[in-house]
Every structure is written in C-alpha cells, then in structure tokens.
C-alpha cells in the first residue's frame, strides 16, 4: 500500500510487520521503474521471503501529502487561467507540510498575480467538486484535453485525473476524493530559480492554517512593539523610518 517517490510525490513512511518482526519504513522508492523499494530499519526479528506480513501506511503523513498534491494541480491550473497557457510545469516537490511548484514564465509574479491564483484555488475549494478519476489510453486522454506533464515518461494507459471543470491532468499520485478536503491553501513565496523558470511553494490543509495564524500573530507582536493597531502598522513604520 505505500506509494513511491514518484511525479514529484515523496515516498510513504510506515511500517511492515509479521511473527516477532518489525520494519520501520522511512521512505518508498521505485525500482526499475515497476519495483516498490521499501527503506528504514528493522527494529526486531527477521523478515524472509516468503513471510506473510502486515504493511500500514503512515495515515495522518499520508493524508497531508494528498491535500498538498491535489492542491498542486488546483494551483497550476490557476496559473494558466492567471498568467497565460505558456505556463508548463517543469518540476515539483509534494511534501507533507509544502508543495513546491516550478514552471515557466519570463518575469517575476506581481502580488496581485499571487493573490488571483490564491484566490482562484480557494474558491475550487469552496466549490467542493468531486474527484474524477479515469485510467485510459494515453491518446485518448490527451483528447480530453488533459496536461501531459513535461519530463514525465508515460505508458499506452494513463491515469486522468479531474476536478469539476477547472482542472484535468494526468497524474498517477494520491489526490483527494473531493476538492473541499484541501481546506485551505496559502501561497508563501515566490522566487526564480533559473532564466525564465519561476518557483512557488504554498501550503495546504492543516500547515496552510498554521501558516496564516503564525503570520497573524506577528503582524499582532510588531504592533504591540511599536504600540499602534495593526492596520495601521505600516504608517507607523514609515514615520519611524
């Protein structure tokens, strides 16, 4: 059951169990392209080929990592509808408490920008469509008029993967079953890595209200220094300075 790093998704932790042995899994690989590589320690007992055993997924570091995964594509396809169809993805990390998105575009995203894109995301996440999922034969698919990701190997069948009308890629990771379980989405920076490539990581879910209560909390203990409300925090700054 657990997933490995694939498509920009980390592998699952967990564990692997039978008769008087225990195998912490710290990380899935793929091998070979068709084999699940499981890595960590056996903490007791032996594990042989052959043995029958128990395989429980980390549920909550899971979950996590599904809300940010989904939010991904929520987010990339904001960016098309935002800054224009150039926009291709050219490379991604889906972590449980980040995502970090790279892709084109020829100059920095302006605030506004941002906002739109938060924006757009939050209102599919309001909208709670379901999650549509079709596995199919890559031509077909593509005729859909679904994102074939750029530097990824595909096979003659692929996984299409929908939310409503706003998003269709194909995508073989773990998403969620419907697009409200995101909860919440925040864009925490954006920055360029190369000529004409652009990063953004956000958060999502449970990390996402973390990161919106922490920066609320700041912007109350810089008030609280220079004694003024905090929506008059900057003016008092720029007297200061």
Known sequence: PFYAESGGQVGDTGFIAAAGAHFDVEDTLKLAG??????????????????????????????????????????????KRVLGSHVEQRGSLVAPDHLRF?????R????????????????????NPAADVQVMDF????????????GE?????????????????LCGGTHVDRVGDIGQFKIVEESAIAAGIRRIVAVAGEAAVARI???DNQ???????????????????EQIL
């Open 34 to 79: 068709v084999f699940h590589g499981h890595v960590g320690t056996l903490r007791s007992g032996t594990l042989q080929p052959g043995d029958t055993v128990s395989a429980q997924v980390d549920a909550p570091r899971r979950q996590a990592i599904v809300l940010h995964h989904s939010a991904t594509h929520l987010m990339h396809a904001a960016l």
């Open 102 to 106: 790279d892709f084109t575009h020829p």
């Open 108 to 127: 920095a995203v302006t605030a506004a920008e941002l906002a739109e894109v938060e924006r757009l995301v939050n209102r599919e996440i309001r909208g």
């Open 139 to 150: 031509d077909d698919a593509l005729k859909t008029g679904a994102t074939a990701l750029f």
């Open 153 to 169: 190997k595909y096979g003659d069948r692929v996984r299409v993967l929908r939310f409503g009308e706003f998003s269709v890629e």
């Open 213 to 215: 209560q922490a920066m």
């Open 219 to 237: 912007l109350k203990d810089l008030a609280r220094v220079l004694k003024v409300a905090p929506d008059v925090l900057s003016e008092r700054l």
